[in-house]
């Protein structure tokens, strides 16, 4: 059993089970959240412990290749013990250190332009194996995290049992005891989901993959589109601000001649005109296999400069690790 993929409450139990002191659980907590997680580094814990409970255990995925950017980027890619392979990505802010994790091997959503959907949705990773990458980005970087994002390959809201428990195990202030502010979560736009998600965890941040600001038109590049309709979305998000009072992301992945005209423009403003809302336009990382071409840095600088005209917030994001593979699911894809 890995520790990783407990919670708090749950590895008590098993530990009172075991006739072993329930405190036990908030010391182990502790050591995994600082690193330690192997039973010989765990101090205060004595082998006794240990050989009462031969089947607990602190699992961290391999550390299996590491691309180092002169600009502070480290992306490793990770290998889970049935051999699956998913990608984490180390990035260096003002703010502090964030960490973009994988919440699935694979993606089946399907998306025109993304790397990691290409050969479909291997399986989900548990929550223990979304703590690993953090555990593995700060063993490999030597660092610690302040913010994470669930933004690497995989759908976290088609995995959102798993996703919560994660959610939640970041969040216990005896372990990482990461802020729920300082942890996002970007979805393709499954709209039940988005729902629960608003009721669950209204301080966690919400990132929206937009990318398109007529139905049809994104239909073509996210097949989702068909099942959960842009206007339904659209709705949706307007009912997750206004019962969250938080503002929502809108990721914009600027596609040369697919949604990066004036007239996408003018659709994109009219959409999200009086949204509590932020746009984030990304220069799209050309995927070889897929053939897109994407904007340039001039036209996302005029998408941002027009939605922030008419009040919308808008910001380029920059662009870290262009000297390695940092495009979603590039490496995993090369492996
Ligand atoms: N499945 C989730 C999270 C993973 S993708 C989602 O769709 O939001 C994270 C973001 O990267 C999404 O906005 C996704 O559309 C975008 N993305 C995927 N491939 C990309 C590429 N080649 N270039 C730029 N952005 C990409």
Request: proline share 4%; hydrophobic share 35%.
């Amino acid at each position: 059993m890995n520790i990783l993929d407990l919670e708090l409450k749950e590895l008590e139990k098993i530990i009172k089970e075991a006739g072993q002191p329930g405190f036990r659980a908030k010391q182990i907590f502790g050591w995994v959240a600082k690193g330690d997680t192997e039973t010989e580094s765990m101090r205060n814990v004595p082998k006794s412990f240990w050989e009462s409970l031969p089947e607990l255990r602190a699992e961290l995925p391999e550390i299996e290749q590491t691309q180092r950017s002169k600009d502070g980027t480290v992306k490793c890619l990770l290998r889970m013990k049935d051999g699956k392979a998913v990608e984490a990505v180390f990035m260096k802010y003002k703010y502090g250190n964030s960490v973009c994790i994988s919440s699935q091997a694979g993606c089946r959503m399907g998306c025109a332009f993304c790397a990691s959907g290409m050969n479909g949705l291997e399986r989900d990773l548990t929550a223990g194996e979304m703590y690993g990458e953090i555990l593995a980005m700060e063993k490999a970087t030597g660092e610690k995290i302040s913010h994470l994002v669930v933004m690497g390959t995989g759908e976290p809201f088609d995995n959102y049992e798993n996703l919560s428990k994660f959610i939640r195990i970041m969040n216990d202030p005896s372990g990482k005891n990461l802020g729920m502010r300082n942890i996002t979560v970007s979805t393709c736009g499954l709209i039940p989901v988005i729902d629960r998600f608003g009721d669950d965890f209204p301080q966690v941040n919400l990132a929206i993959s937009l990318h398109a600001a007529d139905s049809e038109e994104r239909s073509e590049i996210m097949p989702v589109n068909r099942a959960y309709p842009l206007a339904d979305l659209i709705e949706a998000c307007r009912r997750y601000t206004e019962k969250t009072g938080r503002r929502i992301t809108f990721e914009y992945t600027l596609i040369h001649g697919v949604n990066d005209d004036r007239g996408h423009l003018d659709k994109l403003v009219s959409l999200l005109h009086g949204m509590l809302c932020h746009v984030n336009l990304i220069p799209l990382n050309a995927v070889k296999e897929k053939g897109f071409v994407p904007g340039t840095r001039e036209r996302a600088e005029e998408f941002r400069d027009a939605l922030e005209k008419r009040g919308i917030p808008a910001t380029v994001r920059r662009e870290l690790g262009s000297d390695i593979d940092a495009a979603c699911g590039q490496l995993r894809l090369k492996n």
